[in-house]
Every structure is written in structure tokens, then in C-alpha cells.
């Protein structure tokens, strides 16, 4: 069992990872602004913001892991950045392994070839938080060899608005964004909470990004 501490997880993916924990029998805690309308049964739930640097501090006390699932938006929309600049050296000192789940923004339509937010058609509205996911990335990249990380991109067509269903399976791929044979990128929340807690439990990405979808 391990002690995990999920960073914004009553989110869409931060909730699914807290669901998947629990159900295999680690010891989770939620740290969010508020509490859920409908907390997991078992899972622990801490409020308050990390724009406090005292509140972050606890977010890496007594942990193995540590999962930071935050996006940029509302409270936290150009502050993002400097939150994980503080996190990472707590993390370190703390001994924690770090995972930051990301956006696919960041991913290569090809190997070699444009990130799928530089591509015609990208959602403008969007363009903004994919950046900071991506420039969270290359904060990692640039982060200290003890601090021990993992980044995740989910596939192109995950959120909450398209919560898919659960199959039990995924693939998981580096820089490339992972389609079907349909060209389609999916992956349901349960699913992804699935390759989340399977990496927390198995490592295999130390220090890398990696992708997941169907």
C-alpha cells in the first residue's frame, strides 16, 4: 500500500485517479478547494489553496507519491507555473515520487512532426492552458536528477465531457500522439485513473513523459 496525495483531485482526472487508488487499497488523500458533492468512500479530503504556500507544503507531507492534477483555469489561470516551480523542490526534499498529469496539447502529431497545439484547428480557447501544460513539461525536463517525476499526457479527446466508458485496457506511447484506426484520440476517465495507478504501482516512465489512450 502506499501513501498517495492527489493535487486536485476532485478534478476530472483527479477524481478518477483518487476512485482507481482507493478501489486497489492505497492510503489517499485528496487536496482541493473544496470538497466534492460526492466524495469516494474511503479516500481522505483536505481543502485549501495552493496558492498558500504553507497549504502546498502539506501536500507532499507523509507521501510516496504525489499526483498534481491542477489545470490553469479560474483562480490558478497564469499562476500555474509558479505553483509546480515550488512543489518540485518539495517534492525533492520530501523523497516523493512526483506525477503531473499534463494536456495533449504538447504531444507530436508525428514522430518529428508539429505539436498538435500548433496545428490548424486547435481550439483557441484552449491554446492558453495547452501552453502552460507544455512549458510544465520542460519545467520537469529542467528540474534537479534527485527529483524522481513522471508526466502524463492523456489522449486528445479526454475530459469530462466525454467520459467514455471503461474497457480496462490502454496503450501508452512517448512524444506522439496515440490514435485509433480511426484516427481518433480517446480515453475514458476510468481508464486513465487505471494507467495512472499502474504506473504509481509498476514505474516504468521515470523522468519522462508518456501518453495514454486507446
Not at 505553483?83 to 508525428?110: C, H, K, M, N, Y
Amino acid at each position: 500500500m502506499a501513501k498517495i496525495n492527489v493535487i486536485g483531485g476532485t478534478g476530472y482526472a483527479g477524481s478518477n485517479i483518487v476512485r482507481e487508488a482507493v478501489k486497489r487499497g492505497h492510503d489517499v488523500t485528496s487536496f482541493s478547494r473544496n470538497l466534492p458533492e460526492v466524495p469516494v468512500e474511503g479516500a481522505k479530503y483536505v481543502t485549501g489553496s495552493v496558492l498558500d504556500a504553507d497549504f502546498l507544503a502539506t501536500t507532499v507531507t507523509d507521501a510516496d507519491v504525489v499526483i498534481h492534477s491542477l489545470s490553469p483555469r479560474g483562480e490558478l489561470v497564469g499562476k500555474l507555473d509558479g505553483v509546480v516551480d515550488q512543489l518540485l523542490p518539495l517534492a525533492e526534499t520530501a523523497g516523493v515520487r512526483l506525477g503531473v498529469i499534463g494536456g495533449a496539447g504538447s504531444l507530436q502529431v508525428a514522430a518529428g512532426g508539429p505539436l498538435v497545439m500548433d496545428t490548424p484547428g486547435f481550439p483557441a480557447e484552449i491554446l492558453p492552458e495547452a501552453k502552460t501544460a507544455g512549458a510544465l513539461l520542460e519545467t520537469l525536463k529542467s528540474s534537479e536528477a534527485d527529483l524522481d517525476w513522471f508526466y502524463v499526457s492523456p489522449a486528445g479527446g479526454f475530459g469530462g465531457f466525454a467520459p467514455g466508458t471503461a474497457t480496462g485496457t490502454y496503450r501508452t506511447g512517448g512524444d506522439v500522439l496515440l490514435v485509433d484506426d480511426q484516427g481518433n484520440s480517446h480515453i475514458s476517465g476510468v481508464d486513465f485513473g487505471l494507467a495512472i495507478i499502474d504506473e504509481v504501482e509498476t514505474p516504468v516512465h521515470r523522468n519522462q513523459r508518456f501518453t495514454v489512450a486507446y
